[in-house]
């Protein structure tokens, strides 16, 4: 009835695997676990090689990383029941009734998101400060503040939808590097008619990126929505909303002369020990700004 899809990049996911297996026990009907490995690292696909030996799981391995889309659009096509739950293979699952949250909807016709927690603690290493300050902040929201907007706050780490929409509305998979293939497809949904709704049933992320890293992701992401939002016009974020703002108050001009003159301070900041989101929201707006110009 229900096919748990995780795809896998340079994360070990044994723990997840055999919490979600165990689970999986509890019910009557039919649960099979796919992972598949996106061209991880040699040592990283080794550890996670002894799944394969854990009830109803299927793990296989990817000559070469085809990308976040491609590799969750492959799992879909080898899945073999009615019924797909997505899962990063950086989850952490912490509630004992994680499984049986999603049963409880099915059937459904709609694309249900379970949400996503960051650790309460923050980390020891303060090079990983600024992605669990990020995730708390703005990604960890609950499902009463998620459906108020469901659109804009989707994201594919832990979602569940029936096999036949998945592939009527297919992620695209010529959105190639890192961020925002989830927001370019909340729009084909929204644009299909097909409703996303919210769940309170978040796992925990586990893949903090370094100050770094992050940063460097987050300049990634920006590049990617703005060629995303050359060619879909009505895709609408935080970020583009700022701009366009600016740019209907005939301002863009001036914030890019005051403002991204201190684009290096705002990065110093942000890979110090107490970094400050405001400056990580005007170096997005910045690049964005900088790109569509």
Known sequence: MISILIPIYNDEVEALVQVLSAQSKAFLIPVEILCLDDGSDSNVKEKNRKISSLPNVNYQELGRNIGRAAIRNALARNAQYDFLLFLDGDSKVVSPDFLAKYLAILPTD??????????????????????????????????????????????????????????????????????????????????????????????????????????????????????????????????????????????????????CPFARFFEKNLLSSSPKLIFLDLLKLCWFSNLKN
């Not at 995730?135 to 609950?142: A, F, L, N, Y």
């Not at 097909?194 to 990126?209: A, D, F, K, Q, T």
């Not at 992701?217 to 879909?232: E, F, G, P, Y």
């Open 110 to 259: 709609a694309v249900w998101m379970g949400g996503r927690i960051y650790d309460r603690h923050p980390p020891d290493d303060n090079r990983l400060f600024l992605h669990w300050k990020y995730g708390t902040q703005r990604e960890s929201k609950p499902a009463a503040v998620r459906a108020l907007t469901p659109f804009h706050h989707f994201m594919t780490n832990n979602f569940l939808l029936p096999k036949s929409v998945f592939f009527s509305v297919p992620l695209d998979e010529a959105v190639q590097g890192y961020g925002h293939e989830d927001t370019l497809w909340a729009f084909s949904l929204q644009k299909h008619k097909i409703s996303i709704r919210h769940l309170e049933n978040p796992v925990v992320h586990l893949g903090l990126e370094s100050n770094k890293v992050f940063l460097e992701k987050s300049r990634a992401a920006v590049r990617n929505l703005a060629l995303i939002t050359d060619d879909n016009k009505e895709i609408s974020t935080r970020l583009q909303t700022a701009y366009h703002r600016l740019k209907k108050l005939k301002l863009i001009v001036l914030f890019r002369f005051f403002i």
